[in-house]
């Protein structure tokens, strides 16, 4: 008798479902963070989330293997993280561009737009369209060609780790001006480099221990990286702050230690839920939940605003968080259930994105 395909182990000792709760599990987290009813009500929610929420992607991202690199290996992921990331960045531009009334000041707003989506930088994104989130696909694309540049060089890997250990650690105690003007987020990308190496390295390694063990690792190393950062926020700083992140030498071990921690701690609890669909549902629609969950936000924050005197906080906190969830992957259900806009908005490569104009070659 044949397993089900959701039954077969797929990386890091995990099944199809489970991958994809793990990313639901991790969008959840992701819109919590960016609940400010949630964080101006629960003091250190949003800096304990931010420590390793979007991270946790970029760590998934190496649990599966890459292609080498090649120009059509290049032309098909830049087809797939930029169309996205064009997308929702100028429609939450043009959206931000009127509710604020930018129109006394349209040069220096398309400045920053043009800026923003070229270099992908947080800072341009956020004065252009008033979200800095979009910055993660430019990055995600920048570690995906770094990854498959070095698949030519596999013994490069480790001198390669300890090349982005240096410079965040220069970058992180005084180089500044690099951190500001990166370029599609290099210096985020050599933050994660060594992290997600690691992360996935341990739990390949110790893919035939018992799972509690990956659980117990997971959890230690987030208390370890948390009380870091919280020793890091009480410290007198030390240096300028450069990556809005270090302030302290502790502050960069809890940078590493958080990610890789929280990863190893959430995909340990999954590893025991044998079918977990409703999260692998939030999964699969990560992507688009994550680009849209912003804008849904804003738009029931104003309606809440105004109701908020008749209700609990928490209360208003907690309903908003489930209608931004519920809105976002009902739209994302939308947005994929049709072919044309799922390949013109979310394409798995150049070739799916032609279909969407039924391109054809005139050769077929």
Known sequence: MTARRDDKVVALGLTSIQLDALKGVFILLIVLGHNTLFSSQIPGLFKALYAFHVHAFFILAFAFPTKPISLAFLRDRCTRYLIPYVCWTLLAAVIFFIIEKRMADPLGWFTHLLFGLSFGTAGMLNHACGFQLYWFLPAL????IFRAA??????????WILL?????????????PLAKYQVGNILLVMAIWPIAVGTVDLMNATSTAPRWLIMLIGALALLIGQTAIFIDDQAVNIAH????????????IGQILCPAGAFMLIAGLLSYLRNPAILATFGRHSLLIYLSHSLIYQAYLRIVLKLQPELDRLLSASLTYLLVITSATALSMLITRF?????????????????AFAIRDQSS
């Open 164 to 176: 982005c250990i240096a410079v965040l650690m220069f970058v992180g105690w005084g180089g500044q």
């Open 339 to 355: 072919r044309f806009t799922r390949s013109l908005m979310t394409p798995r490569d150049w070739d799916d994105f032609r279909s």
């Open 241 to 252: 702050l450069a990556l809005h992140t270090v302030n302290h030498p502790i502050g960069f």
């Open 150 to 159: 070095l698949k030519e060089q596999p013994q490069l890997k480790g001198a």
């Open 141 to 144: 694309l920048t570690l995906t």
